[in-house]
């Protein structure tokens, strides 16, 4: 990509909703989205053009069954970005680290056997986990959002066979760290517990922040640990099918070989778009990340400024915000409120289990226009 200023300009309103994304196709003209996690900039110029290049000469055919020339890109891009050492030969591709966890549940866990995850959780464990005829467990976060060790090792203890671990979490953005993951690692190990790591939000680490991969953490997570990733949440590109499982051990790889093959359902414009971000995309990453570094402090700003009794910790990484709102005694689903009385979505805390109940998710993947204008909206919301 030429030298230049990166081009972030993010759409109008009107612009927006006629994009065909879930993010901008579920509400009435009138209501500014702040739901789903995609971002609202440009793509980066590099994937735009290898996509351009894809459907000019043709290219839309079955995707190859090796990761190939991805593999090599994402093992140089984890290197640079998150200083992490990955044998392209442990990457295997799969459509999306959802269809990953499926697959690797239903190969690693017996049916009826329990895989547990932390919540506040990602809405699809709980909706889609089940698919692979396993039995879930939540372990609710502990305060400031840490992982519960006490819940974890009663769980280990109760039977849990696999755990999925977010991080960065979703939805409060918080990275976990290496004392932290350290400590968890061991306690799997000393239970012979399998650590599925969705990494996904990874590589939108904000200022401030250091993401550890699980695969560094030590020897007893490289051993039964299995990263999952994409470049779909950084690069803003979910629609195109393409994610990458990563093991780096002889039983970590072993195990991926159980799973079925996936390459058919991976597409081809998202292997292609996936090696262009990860190969040249790194100038526009910096500036999605120093935006969304601005973006957060803004929102923090206005929250403070004009709805003092919302509480929240700015996140450590990514463009989601888990907002406390039960101090403004509009029950459990803030969210149907702030829609109905304000015309702005926010995705509501209910879905990421119990432990939601009051909050909600609010997306500042966008302009500071749109992040002032759906604070603006929460506010007339409760006026």
Not at 75 to 88: E, K, M, S, Y
Not at 106 to 116: F, M, N
Not at 127 to 140: D, F, I, N
Not at 229 to 241: P, Y
Request: contains cysteine; proline residues 7%; glycine residues 8%.
């Amino acid at each position: 990509m030429p030298e230049g200023p990166i081009d972030l300009q993010v759409p109008d309103l009107a612009t927006l909703h006629m994009r065909r994304s879930e993010k901008w196709s579920g509400h009435d003209p009138d209501v500014l989205e702040s739901t789903v996690a995609e971002m609202d900039f440009p793509l980066a110029p590099d994937v735009t053009a290898a996509l351009h290049a894809a459907v000019d000469r043709h290219d839309l055919g079955y995707t190859p069954p090796k990761a190939g020339p991805l593999a090599a890109a994402f093992a140089a891009f984890a290197r640079r970005q998150l200083g992490w050492t990955v044998d392209q030969d442990q990457v295997t591709l799969v459509p999306d680290v959802m269809a990953g966890l499926i697959e690797l549940c239903t190969a690693l866990v017996a049916p009826g056997e329990q895989v547990a995850f932390c919540t506040p959780a990602y809405p699809p464990f709980f909706a889609e986990l089940p698919q692979a005829r396993v039995k879930l467990v939540s372990l609710a976060l502990g305060p400031a959002g840490v992982i519960d060790l006490e819940k974890l090792e009663a769980g280990l203890a109760a039977g849990v066979r696999a755990l999925v671990l977010t991080n960065p979490h979703n939805p409060t953005g918080r990275v976990a760290s290496p004392a932290e993951l350290e400590q968890t690692a061991e306690l799997c190990a000393s239970y012979d517990c399998w650590v599925f790591a969705d990494e996904i939000h990874a590589p939108l680490v904000l200022a401030g922040a250091t993401h550890t991969p699980w695969l560094e953490v030590s020897d007893a997570a490289r051993e039964r640990g299995i990263a999952l990733t994409s470049a779909s949440k950084a690069f803003n590109m979910a629609g195109l099918k393409a994610a990458l499982m990563i093991t780096a051990s002889d039983r970590a790889r072993e195990a991926v070989q159980r799973i079925p093959l996936l390459t058919d359902r991976v597409g081809i414009l998202g292997v292609i778009a996936a090696e262009a971000a990860f190969t040249q995309g790194d100038r526009w990453l910096d500036a999605v990340r120093g935006q969304l570094t601005t973006n957060r402090a803004l929102l923090g700003e206005l929250l403070q400024a004009q709805l003092p009794k919302i509480n929240w910790k700015p996140p450590d990484a990514s463009y989601l915000a888990w907002l406390d709102c039960r101090a403004l005694a509009l029950g459990d689903d803030p969210a149907e409120a702030f829609l109905a009385w304000g015309r702005v979505a926010l995705s509501r805390g209910l879905d990421y289990g119990p432990e939601g109940a009051g909050y909600v998710r609010l997306n500042f993947g966008t302009s500071p226009e749109h992040v002032a204008d759906a604070v603006r909206r929460i506010a007339r919301a409760v006026a």
